[in-house]
């Protein structure tokens, strides 16, 4: 029992009647990835904010809140391209509570009636992977270029305004089935003749045929 409701006070009385609304509205809170589904691109999602569970007797537990299930995933997109990347068990999310229920939109996609009058419920959750506590937090983030990037910085396309496009790969680059190794070395080529120009970063390197023979020499940038 609230003890507030022992207070003959009207005020406190509507105070802890909105506490008691708002603590069944569901906003937003961090979540963490039990699995993934990269077929219907959904989860299941434990949450990360423990709930307060009060016994008869008036104490208090702290108990985990229900796993979440078939949550949608969202990818950043638009205008018909995505940025996916791997969502694996672990992963730290963001969940985010609809005000109405999303289930027949999310079966159907367009404009669509509510199938149920719920709101602000835990059912209509949609997670945002990629925001992190402080233990997982990234290091060596670049202040002054956007990167796409392995979480140990090892490997990563960076880009700056003004300046070329920075890639670094230890395990080299596949174009379309031309492959560029670590050393600057070119495979994959069909066909190249001494009079071909190719611009390799670094330095000149030699360019190989797809037998792996040597036919040229690239020009450094």
């Known amino acids: 029992m609230d003890r507030r409701e022992r207070l003959n006070d009207p005020e406190e009385v509507i105070r802890a009647a909105q506490d008691g609304h708002q603590a069944r509205m569901w906003t937003s809170m961090p979540g963490i990835i039990q699995s993934f589904d990269p077929v219907t691109q959904t989860a299941v999602v434990q ?13 208090f ?18 205008g018909g391209f995505t940025m996916t990347f791997p969502i694996v068990q672990g992963d730290e999310c963001m ?17 669509q009636p509510q199938a149920e009058k719920r709101m602000h419920d835990l059912s209509d959750a949609v997670c945002r992977v990629g925001v992190r506590s402080k233990p997982r937090a990234l290091t060596a983030i670049s202040t002054n270029s956007t990167q796409i990037r392995s979480d140990d910085a090892s490997t990563y396309i960076e880009v700056k305004a003004g300046q070329l496009v920075n890639v670094v790969a230890p395990g080299g680059i596949n174009l379309n089935g031309v492959t560029i190794d670590t050393h600057g070395n070119v495979a994959g080529i069909a066909k190249l003749t001494t009079t071909d120009t190719y611009s390799l970063g670094g330095g000149a390197q030699a360019l190989k045929r797809a037998d792996g023979t040597n036919t040229t020499k690239g020009t450094a940038t």
Do not use: K, Y
Not at 47 to 59: E, K, L, N, T, W
Not at 65 to 70: A, G, K, Q, R, S
Not at 101 to 108: E, F, G, H, L, R
């Open 47 to 59: 949450p990360a904010i423990q709930g307060i569970f009060q016994s008869p007797d008036g104490s």
């Open 61 to 78: 537990t702290p108990v985990n809140m229900p796993v979440l299930t078939d949550v949608p995933v969202e990818f950043p997109s638009g």
């Open 95 to 111: 969940l985010d509570f609809s005000c109405r229920c999303i289930d027949a939109w999310w079966q159907q996609s367009g404009i």
